[in-house]
C-alpha cells in the first residue's frame, strides 16, 4: 500500500501482549499508540475533531484553530489542521514537555504559554480569551466537547474489539489514563455497550482528584484531572486507581529493559493500573490498556533518571 498523506497513517496501531507476570495468570494487551505518525494517541483525535469541525460548518477554510493542551492534542490538531491548511493556535502550561511544544512548532503551530502554576485551567481561561480576540476561531475545548469521547468511540476502541475478536479472545477488562477522560469515557462507553461484563477502570497519578486525595503536582505527564470530566459517567467506571509517580516511572524503565518498549508515564501508569485490575478480576482474565506515546518525548526530563 501506498499512502499520500500523513493523515492516512493514523490509527491501525499495533494490539501488544506484554509477555509479564500478571496476577491470576491474566494476560495484558496493550495498543501502541506511539506508533501514529505524531508519536500519540491524540492524532486520532485531532484528526475527528477537525473533520468534525468542517462536517458541522464550525470552521471554514479561513478559520484559526485554538486549543488548550498539555501536548499531545496540540501535536495532533496541528498535524490534521496542516493538511486542512488552518492556522493552529495552542495554548500550553510551561512546565510541559519541551520535544512536544518544538514538535507543534514544526507543524506550523503557534505557541502561547500559560504560568505552570496556573494548570491547565489557566491555558483553558487564556483559551477562552484568545477566541475572543480572533475573527473566525474555533476551540474544540477537548475538556468539554463530546466529540472527544467519540474520536475514541469510533477508532480505537472497535480496533480493540476487531483484534480480540480475531484472535478469538473474550475482552475482560479495560483500563486507561485520564487527562480531559476523553479516551477512557469513549473506549469505555463503546466497551460496555458491546462486552455488558467487561470491567472498566481509570488510571490517574497521585494529585490527581477522582479518588478524592489532595490536588498537586506530580511527573507523570498526560494524565491527572484538575476537575471532573463533565462527560464522565459512573456507569461507565468500575474502578479507579490512583498511581504513584515511582510506580509508573518504575514501569517505564522496566518495559525498555525487558522488551525494548519505549512508552511514556502515563503508559507506565495504564500498566500499573492494569496489574491492579488483574487482581480484581477471576484467574484467566484478558485485559486491554492503552499505551498513549513513547518516552522520546519526555528525554529532556530525564524520564529513564527517574526515582
Ligand atoms: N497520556 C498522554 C501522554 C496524554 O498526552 C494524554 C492526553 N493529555 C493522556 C494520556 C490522556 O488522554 P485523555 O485526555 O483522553 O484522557
Redesign the pocket.
Known amino acids: 500500500m501506498i499512502y499520500h498523506q500523513v493523515s492516512e497513517l493514523i490509527g491501525q496501531t499495533p494490539l501488544f501482549e506484554l509477555n509479564l507476570p500478571v496476577p491470576k495468570g491474566s494476560k495484558i494487551f496493550a495498543k501502541l499508540e506511539m506508533f501514529n505518525p505524531g508519536g500519540?494517541?491524540?492524532d486520532r483525535?485531532g484528526k475527528y475533531l477537525i473533520e468534525q469541525a468542517f462536517k458541522n460548518q464550525r470552521i471554514n477554510a479561513e478559520s484559526t484553530i485554538i486549543e488548550p493542551?498539555?501536548?499531545?492534542?496540540g501535536i495532533g490538531l496541528a498535524l490534521a489542521a496542516l493538511e486542512a491548511k488552518l492556522k493552529t493556535i495552542l495554548v500550553v502550561p510551561e512546565k510541559f514537555s519541551q520535544e512536544k511544544q518544538i514538535l507543534m512548532q514544526a507543524l506550523g503551530a503557534q505557541l502561547v504559554h500559560t504560568p505552570s502554576e496556573d494548570g491547565i485551567v489557566g491555558a483553558i481561561k487564556k483559551a477562552k480569551s484568545l477566541q475572543q480576540q480572533t475573527p473566525n476561531s474555533y476551540v474544540p475545548m477537548?475538556f468539554e466537547n463530546p466529540e472527544?469521547p467519540a474520536a475514541?468511540y469510533h477508532s480505537i476502541a472497535p480496533e480493540i474489539l476487531t483484534e480480540f475478536t480475531a484472535a478469538q479472545l473474550q475482552l475482560d477488562g479495560f483500563a486507561?489514563?485520564?487527562?480531559?477522560?476523553?479516551?477512557?469515557v469513549g473506549m469505555a462507553r463503546y466497551f460496555k455497550e458491546k462486552v455488558p461484563t467487561i470491567q472498566t477502570a481509570i488510571v490517574e497519578p497521585e494529585g490527581s482528584i477522582l479518588n478524592g486525595g489532595p490536588q498537586h503536582s506530580h511527573r507523570t505527564?498526560?494524565?491527572g484531572v484538575e476537575f471532573v470530566p463533565p462527560f464522565l459517567d459512573k456507569k461507565d467506571v468500575d474502578h479507579i486507581f490512583t498511581i504513584s509517580d515511582q510506580a509508573a516511572f518504575h514501569w517505564v524503565k522496566q518495559l525498555a529493559k525487558d522488551f525494548g518498549l519505549l512508552i511514556?508515564s502515563?503508559?507506565g501508569a495504564a500498566l500499573a493500573a492494569s496489574l491492579k485490575l488483574a487482581e480484581q478480576l477471576p484467574a484467566g482474565s484478558n485485559i486491554v490498556t492503552v499505551f498513549?506515546?513513547s518516552s522520546e518525548r519526555y528525554l529532556s526530563q530525564h524520564i529513564y533518571a527517574e526515582k
Open positions: 500519540s494517541i491524540k483525535l493542551t498539555a501536548g499531545n492534542t477537548q472527544n475514541y486507561a489514563g485520564a487527562g480531559s477522560g476523553g479516551t477512557f505527564e498526560g494524565i511514556g502515563s503508559s498513549p506515546d
